[in-house]
């Protein structure tokens, strides 16, 4: 079958043609900030009539959480301030063809999941750590998405409770220290301020300060893996995202988690896919939706 899969982040939208997990006539456009909603909706209705009679569903993987069909955030800026956005409703307008919503998070962790085996691996969790941090879950080979739509939001459990704000309202959540954004904050405090990817280049050449702030970051990762691994039991943890994908991350990552107890270990491995996993995994999703209907 042929999926129009939609991916909607904070600075883009991407839409293609996927079957096979080959994708097709991509393109991509700016998410719109100004008159948020009403510019949400022409987008979407100018994507999806330039695909008519090309699709057989929707699958959209998107930023955000997902409930009832409703598009929303635990911090609003991430959406450029959408709120309360009747995503299913607005794609419904110019379609008939069945529609699949997913956080992109959750789908990226199909996408990485499609490849294993379940029997080996039937829990388990995917870990982006780029400008926020977020995660989607497997359990006994299914995908986790919860009654509310915010399971996977793993990067607001606590990491620190007397750190930094983070933008959900919570204090010390490990976004807020371990994320690109945390990164940037802290970077942006020095005597020369410094982007993320400056840290890491500064990382790479053992400065102080820099070294300091990634193995902040991911100390607080190798933390959450254990989390899940004894709260959940996964077996597994693809990590993935700017800063999970930077040069010298992952090792550290294990570094921290070596030093646990071995009831907190798991295997730890960098993500396959990169800017399509969104729509590779919610066209992936949708269309298991699809045959257990």
């Known amino acids: 079958m042929r999926c129009l899969a939609l991916d909607i982040g904070g600075t883009k939208i991407a839409a293609a043609l996927v079957e096979n997990n080959q994708i097709q006539q991509r393109q991509q456009i700016t998410t719109p900030q100004d008159d948020a909603a009403n510019a949400m909706h022409q987008a979407l209705a100018t994507l999806v009539q330039q695909y008519v009679g090309q699709f057989d569903y929707v699958a959209v993987a998107s930023t955000g959480i997902i409930n009832n069909g409703i598009l929303t955030a635990l911090n609003p800026k991430n959406l450029g301030g959408l709120a309360e956005f009747p995503l299913q409703d607005s794609i419904a307008r110019h379609t008939d063809k069945p529609i699949f919503l997913l956080n992109d998070v959750q789908a990226a962790a199909c996408a990485e999941y499609q490849h294993m085996d379940p029997q080996e691996v039937p829990n388990f969790a995917f870990i982006v750590v780029s400008t926020g941090v977020g995660g989607g879950i497997i359990l006994n080979g299914e995908l986790q998405t919860g009654p509310n739509g915010v ?56 400065d102080e300060k820099a070294t300091a702030l990634v193995h ?78």
Request: charged letters at 20%; a neutral charge.
């Open 216 to 293: 902040r970051s991911a100390k607080a990762i190798a933390n959450l893996v254990a989390d899940l691994v004894i709260c959940l039991d996964i077996q597994h943890v693809v990590i993935g995202g700017s800063v999970g994908l930077a040069d010298g991350y992952l090792p550290l990552v294990q570094q921290y988690m070596q030093a646990m107890p071995h009831f907190y270990h798991c295997k730890l491995s960098t993500a396959k896919y990169a800017g399509d996993a969104g729509l590779i995994g919610a066209a992936y999703w949708g269309e298991i939706v699809l045959a257990k209907a």
């Open 151 to 206: 399971v996977g939001h793993i990067g607001h459990s606590l990491a620190d409770p007397n750190g930094e704000m983070c933008g959900c309202g919570r204090r010390g959540c490990v976004e807020a220290v371990a994320a690109g954004r945390a990164i940037e904050r802290d970077a942006q405090k020095w005597d020369k301020p410094c982007s993320p990817k400056e840290v890491f280049a500064l990382f790479r050449e053992n």
